[in-house]
């Protein structure tokens, strides 16, 4: 198995999963939700939950040694594609071109009834 990344700047695994799995020169970035890592919260709102992913995201990141121009690759779950417009203009705002690849669906139920969940897989190079 790879080597697992951890920092207290995003929130703890709440299953067995790691935050992060470095295997080789890819980075597996487990899917984060609107968790405050301080208060151990969800954030309330689509807005706020995204912002607050993308924080998660870049911790995680930074502790790799990595940041968002490394991704290859993210997937967005949304609870609702109504809330596509909004996430896509927050997200799009962490990002430079060249942008990664993305997929982006919606689904049924998310954990904790999150609105919003992004995973991502980095290239070292």
């Known amino acids: 198995m790879g080597k697992e990344v951890f920092t207290k700047k995003a929130p703890a695994a709440i299953g067995p999963y790691s935050q992060a799995v470095e295997l080789g020169n890819l980075l597996f970035v487990s899917g984060q939700i609107g968790i405050n890592p301080e208060t151990g919260e969800v954030v309330t709102g689509i807005e706020a939950q995204t912002k607050q992913v993308m924080e998660n995201l870049k911790a995680i990141l930074h502790e790799a040694g990595a940041n968002f121009s490394k991704v290859g690759k993210f997937t967005i779950y949304l609870s609702s594609m109504e809330d596509f417009a909004t996430v896509n203009e927050i997200y799009g705002s962490y990002l430079e071109k060249p942008y990664p690849a993305r997929a982006t669906v919606e689904v049924s139920r998310l954990p904790k009834d ?12």
């Open 114 to 125: 999150v609105l919003v969940e992004i995973d991502a897989i980095v290239v070292f190079e």
